[in-house]
């Protein structure tokens, strides 16, 4: 590797055209993005995206083969045992011990990420305030529930106060009620280090997330703040209106719409959707027109993609 990438002390991960490949198929290649040393960024991509491998350079679990690595002011290959010391990761199950109280195995993790005897004590009862974990702590880990061993797996994650913690689809199999308390103990430690959120879930990234990055075929096809995001989602000039009788043909003829087609509703009503002729926003010129027409209107509006449609919009463009 060389050594040309600036370590700063504010950034949590900077990534210069990182590439990976397992024999002859290339697994993430020639991915750059810079996330910051607070936050929640969410890390999107269908299966074989690249996901995985990515979480797996950034916890020091493996190599870039090409590319510049830098996490929590370590560069990867450099000082692996100190990189992996500054990051936490919890993987899609929480790798528990069931024969162990939750106190015996947060000793035993305390242990594995290097932690002076005389500062344990401190550092698990931290960990497990702020996972709510703490009256359970005599409790096997194996009859805990599914939801709380995700907690004392976070608990253990954050000994020793990483930098960057990595949570690799964290609320798989958690109930209602204990997504909820997951995604709020996110946000809180996101104010603290950096968060590096995986999942599946668009609802549950939006929920936690202030920014996004959208792999696909091991490339980053998008890394822009969650608003940006959701913006996508009203892109593409498509526009509604359901109006007392069809005004389409008038529309079209006068140069406000193209690609103009209509559904008759339950109560009578038409619904016409439409996309603008110009870049224009057509609502106002619409409304005139129908008012001029004399139709009655009771609704009007630009159409949106679900956040799943922008999602797979993207992934589609990447192949093109």
Known sequence: MTSGLAIQAEVGVVA???????????????????????????LL????????????????????DAGE???A???AGERSEELRARVGYLPESAPLYPELTVREYLEYRAGLVGLERTARAAHIGRAMDRCDVARFSHRRCG????????????????????SVVILDEPSVGLD?????????LVRELGEQRLVLFSSHLLSEVESVCSELIVLAHGR??????????????????????????????????????????????????????????GDEDPRVAVGRLLAEVR?????MGALERTLEQVFVSLVQESAS
């Not at 209602?176 to 709020?184: D, E, I, N, T």
């Not at 139709?295 to 609704?299: K, N």
Request: hydrophobic share 45%; aromatic share 6%.
């Open 220 to 277: 980053v096809v998008a890394h822009e703040p969650l608003e940006r995001f959701r913006a996508r989602a009203s892109e593409g000039g498509r526009y509604f209106v359901e109006s007392e009788r069809s005004f389409a043909v008038a529309a079209m003829a006068s140069g406000l719409c193209v690609d103009a087609y209509e559904s008759s509703l339950a109560d009578g009503w038409v619904r016409t959707e439409f996309r603008a002729s």
């Open 16 to 42: 210069s055209r990182i590439e990976k490949r397992f024999g002859r198929a290339v697994a993430v290649r020639d991915a750059t993005f810079t996330l910051p040393a607070r936050g929640v960024c969410g």
């Open 73 to 75: 002011g370590c560069r």
């Open 69 to 71: 690595l830098v996490v």
């Open 45 to 64: 991509g269908p299966n074989g995206a690249g996901k995985t491998t990515t979480i797996r350079m950034i916890a020091g679990l493996t190599l870039p």
């Open 143 to 162: 009859l805990l529930s599914k939801g709380m061993q995700q907690r004392v797996g976070l608990a253990a994650t954050i000994l020793g106060d990483p």
């Open 295 to 299: 139709i009655p209107v009771r609704a």
């Open 176 to 184: 209602p009620s204990q997504v909820l308390a997951f995604r709020q």
